[in-house]
């Protein structure tokens, strides 16, 4: 089992920056690869940026050159930058861990963009 706890979400205005926090425990030698996904109201869920156990990252088309995840091993810790927000970033950001034994999910975060 891993536990997820997001953090940092809030209101912004278009052109801000904020910052979300996921902090993993438990089983946490598991993990694959750590996700960020976001959900729209109305939209699907979607896949933000990802970092592998072996710090390979990829970033969707969407966010590319303005996000940026990045970990902390010593505070198991994966963190999502998010500069030149828009408000079409608007939504629930999800931190997901990718294990052996599936997937496991945070609470989610709101991020709110105001134009």
């Known amino acids: 089992q891993v536990q997820l706890v997001e953090s940092g979400g809030g209101l912004v205005q278009a052109g801000g920056s904020l910052r979300l926090s996921c902090a993993a425990s438990?089983?946490?030698?598991?993990?694959?690869?750590m996700n960020w996904y976001r959900q729209a109201p109305g939209k699907a869920r979607e896949l933000v940026a990802y970092?592998?156990?072996?710090?390979?990252?990829n970033y969707a088309d969407s966010v590319k050159g303005r996000f940026t995840i990045s970990r902390d091993n010593a505070k198991n810790t994966v963190y999502l930058q998010m500069n030149s927000l828009k408000p079409e970033d608007t939504a629930v950001y999800y931190c997901a861990a990718s294990t052996v034994r599936g997937r496991y999910w945070g609470q989610g975060t709101q991020v709110t963009v105001s134009s």
């Open positions: 970092i592998t156990s072996g710090g390979i990252t």
């Open positions: 438990g089983s946490i030698f598991s993990i694959n690869a």
